[in-house]
């Protein structure tokens, strides 16, 4: 081949373009194939190529060398190349040789170094060509975010933005309003974050996804979606090893083990962070070395907590290595590690305090540690300042500080109310609690041994209120949102008809449409101007008390203490008391036992022998798990209850309890919230009840139930009706008073919103009622599973009475197991005389279900709900007529109604309907 010199030398050129490209999107494999073909190019020529173009053959192969090699040779190979530009007297090769230093330097958490390089390289940034001009500003940006420089940062990646759009660069556009989003994470504000984030996704650039969904993973750990993070987390590590960047993947097993241990799973996460640790090592980045020991020392002080900690993970080991840890990330400049360090440093001497010979000498040099770490107050991440928060507060429990340590928990509580108040999503707002948890168990903790009930229904309020949103939240429609869910339906029917060649990809659809249309409710900001958030007063929870025992009402929490369920029960006679309910371990193995057993009943319904054989095994397993409750429901005797459960919320059948059997009992989110909606109710003006009766295809007499509970309300016999739409099914509840619907329901675990209900038209989402209005204040649901709630790390329960409860619902009934289909249709119709007739709901329910052998797995969630009824006028002899309610029926309720007859085929339990199977 004969050699043209110039023609040789734009090859070269545009394959050292393309790698460049390739690395810029981190296809680490695409790059050093292009830049081993230029280089091959390059020195078998015989020809010689341009200076300038050989140099930038050098400084590119650094990207390969600092992943191969490790940064020590990178660097080393960038120091020869900016001698040899001074030499040249190439400013514009020493100029990027800067930017490189400063990227290579900023990877392995060098962020001092980086800042340097890239301000040396400010001198010369005309004389480099513009896609050049531009890394430099957005490498600096990135930096200035790391270091919290929000307005320097935010200035340089407009700035990078402008400069490559002018220039045509859209990868380099796209990473910056990437980066833009980065910046809004580190302001804490997670909707525009996101928001930003999706905006530079959607223009289809050509990068590797793996730095796209590590950022966002990031995002959604700070914003206690752990799950979701540690999803995006091991495809973002996926995406990284299938382009051959192999440096980022041990860097994300850092963040995973931060995930697991929030999951919960301390010894898991110290085996992730070591694997981390001698990867680094060996590598020489002593930066994010030290902050996967970091996470080592956390896991070791949760595992503490757990009583599962190795010997050699003692409180003065762990002080010791926070020390370690602390010198050595000072060393360096890494201050955000450093302090996150003191914070590990004090929490190991306030372990260590109890066995010191003068506990009040450590708690001082604990307090001089954490002084050192004040910054993390101003923090804009709720982790680092709830973090710095619990050490604080450990470190004024040592000092015999009470007071001090009861007012830091009081802020730290509206810390976190506030800070989901900016949120409109009610998956990422219940997500924050894990964040929380360990400042609730320490409050709570506090107030138990005090021996004080009353204080201990105080502190749960407190961080109840914190959690749960001040008033109902509606994020706006989203047009995103709904196509996402219409082809999440259909994804749905595709997995239900898939075989076994293709229910993987099915299922796999399924999830990654879940999670995309949940992520547009993430980066919905909410609504709320101006709100700020404080605990209830102990004045507001002596009133709440006194109005639930006013109502005949016993109160009764149940919270996890000291890896105990603890009961505080508040009877309308007698005294508050406190009881321990013994491991919760137990109680957990008892309740999964009861439900597999009610499950198994509705299983083996067509088989009259197994019938039997299970209905009694299930006895047994209810009155064991009525044992471990009964030292405290006893207490309660024949009154009405009110259960605030926590994590338990959704989980025990309580009317299926022999001791409670037959007796009103209402889950509620909140003491506040249910006297709240008790003083509501007794100022109720009577009036008709507007009812809307509803039903899903495929239940044999689902029709037949929904029309003899509207000839209840109404004295009428209705024609039967269609199957319901989802527009029914919304017009009902944005129009009227009590919503029933009879339908195939299906529990959704691990993505409990979304959860689903069958209609005519496919299923209707529990994360649909969101963006919704809301009128009604009694719904009643009549599907399997419906009243189940799947807690959150943080334990913190989704599903539909919570999802409802939120939105403005006053009362939810619901079964927490399957059902059987006539059973329900005949307790349904009992339930909504009682509720014609006056009666409150728990009380309507209870009595409804009296005849069931084995008790009623609906629960009532929510508040207290009743109809009131006008008085009887004197002048009429005997009673007066109950003045009849407005009706609506599904065809007033929407311009269009599919009047189809459905062709299901006939069931006998409300059970999960194939296309919802996972």
Request: aromatic share 4%.
């Amino acid at each position: 081949m004969t050699e043209d010199p110039p023609l040789l030398a734009e090859q070269v050129n545009d394959l050292l373009d393309q790698a460049r490209i390739a690395f810029n999107g981190y296809h680490l494999d695409d790059g050093h194939r292009c830049l081993l073909h230029a280089q091959e190019l390059a020195t078998t020529s015989r020809t010689s190529l341009p200076h300038d173009l050989l140099m930038r053959l050098r400084l590119t192969a650094t990207w390969v060398t600092f992943d191969r090699e490790g940064p020590a040779a990178a660097l080393a190979e960038l120091d020869r190349i900016s001698e040899e530009s001074t030499e040249a007297t190439r400013t514009d090769l020493i100029a990027a040789s800067d930017v490189q230093r400063g990227i290579l330097r900023a990877r392995c958490g060098d962020i001092t170094g980086a800042l340097d390089a890239l301000r040396r390289a400010e001198e010369y940034r005309l004389d480099m060509p513009l896609a050049d001009q531009v890394r430099l500003v957005m490498h600096r940006g990135i930096l200035h975010h790391q270091c919290h420089d929000i307005a320097a940062a935010r200035t340089d990646f407009d700035t990078a933005a402008t400069l490559a759009d002018e220039a045509g660069l859209t990868t380099l556009w796209f990473k910056a309003r990437h980066n833009q989003g980065c910046a809004a994470f580190i302001q804490g504000d997670l909707p525009e974050a996101l928001r930003l984030m999706d905006d530079a996704a959607r223009t289809g650039i050509a990068m590797n996804c793996g730095i796209t969904l590590l950022d966002r993973a990031r995002v959604l750990c700070e914003a206690g979606l752990i799950r979701e993070a540690a999803e995006a987390f091991h495809e973002s590590a996926a995406a990284f090893t299938a382009d051959g960047v192999h440096r980022e993947v041990t860097e994300i097993d850092v963040d995973l083990a931060r995930c697991e241990l929030l999951l919960g799973d301390p010894l898991r996460a110290a085996r992730r962070a070591e694997h981390a640790v001698h990867q680094f090592h060996r590598r020489h980045e002593p930066w994010w070395e030290n902050r996967a020991r970091l996470v080592q020392l956390q896991a070791a002080a949760y595992a503490a907590d757990l009583a599962a900690t190795p010997p050699d993970l003692s409180c003065a080991a762990r002080a010791q290595s926070a020390h370690h840890l602390i010198n050595a990330a000072t060393a360096i400049g890494d201050s955000d590690t450093a302090a996150a360090a003191r914070l590990e440093l004090a929490e190991a001497l306030c372990d260590g305090s109890d066995n010191s010979h003068d506990p009040i000498h450590a708690a001082h040099i604990a307090a001089r540690v954490l002084d050192d770490a004040r910054s993390l107050t101003q923090s804009p991440h709720v982790t680092a300042r709830l973090g710095y928060a619990h050490a604080r507060i450990r470190v004024d429990l040592a000092r015999g500080r009470i007071r001090a340590a009861r007012a830091r928990l009081a802020r730290a509580a509206d810390d976190l109310a506030n800070t989901q108040s900016r949120i409109a999503g009610l998956d990422a707002r219940t997500a924050l609690a894990v964040h929380a948890r360990r400042l609730a168990d320490l409050d709570l903790g506090l107030a138990y041994n005090s021996g004080r009930p009353w204080s201990v229904l105080h502190r749960l309020e407190r961080w109840r209120r914190a959690i749960d949103p001040l008033v109902p939240v509606h994020p706006p429609p989203d047009a995103e949102e709904a196509f996402l869910l219409s082809r999440l339906r259909q994804a749905r029917d595709d997995l239900a008809h898939a075989d076994s060649t293709t229910t993987a990809q099915a299922r796999a659809d399924v999830r990654r449409l879940e999670r995309a249309t949940a992520a547009t409710r993430w980066r919905a900001r909410c609504r709320l101007d101006n709100v700020t958030a404080h605990g209830p007063s102990h004045a507001e929870i002596v009133d709440a008390v006194t109005t639930t025992h006013r109502h005949g009402t016993t109160v009764l929490a149940l919270l996890h203490l000291h890896h105990h369920v603890m009961a505080v029960i508040s009877p309308p006679t007698g005294n508050t008391q406190m009881v321990d309910l013994g491991p919760a371990d137990q109680l957990w193995r008892q309740i999964d036992r009861v439900s597999n057993d009610i499950d198994a009943v509705v299983r083996v319904a067509d088989d009259p022998f197994l019938t039997h054989l299970v209905s009694d095994a299930t006895r047994r397993s209810l009155s064991a798990l009525d044992e471990l409750l009964v030292p405290a429901i006893q207490l309660a005797g024949s009154s009405s209850l009110v259960v605030l459960g926590g994590d338990l919320f959704g989980v025990i059948p309580w009317g299926m309890l022999p001791s409670r059997r037959g007796y009103p009992t209402t889950l509620a989110p909140s003491l506040l919230s249910w006297s709240r909606q008790l003083n509501r109710e007794e100022q109720q003006q009577p009036r008709p009840p507007r009812i809307v009766s509803l039903h899903g295809p495929g239940l044999p007499h689902a029709p037949a139930e929904i029309r003899r509970v509207l000839t209840v309300w109404t004295g009428q016999d209705t024609p039967p009706p269609s199957p319901a739409t989802r527009d029914d099914l919304l017009a009902g509840l944005s129009t009227a008073d009590i919503v029933h619907i009879a339908a195939h329901g299906d529990h959704h675990r691990r993505s409990p919103l979304f959860s689903s209900l069958r209609l005519a038209d496919g299923p209707f989402f529990a994360h649909e009622l969101e963006s919704r209005t809301i009128r009604a204040s009694l719904v009643v649901l009549s599907a399997c599973d419906t009243g189940r709630g799947t807690a959150r790390p943080g334990e913190e329960p989704l599903g539909w009475p919570s999802a409802l409860l939120a939105l403005g619902v006053h009362t939810v009934i619901a079964p927490l197991t399957p059902v059987r289909d006539e059973q329900t249709a005949a307790v349904m119709v009992q339930l909504h005389q009682g509720l014609a007739d006056g009666s409150p709901a728990d009380q309507a329910l209870a009595l409804a279900a009296s005849t069931l052998p084995l008790g009623t797995p609906f629960t009532c969630f929510g508040g207290p709900w009743q109809r009131h009824l006008p008085p009887p006028r004197n002048d009429t002899p005997g009673p007066a007529p109950i003045t009849r309610p407005g009706i609506y029926s599904p065809s007033h309720l929407a311009s269009h109604h599919d009047q189809r007859t459905p062709t299901d085929p006939p069931t006998q339990r409300r059970s999960p309907s194939p296309s919802a199977t996972q």
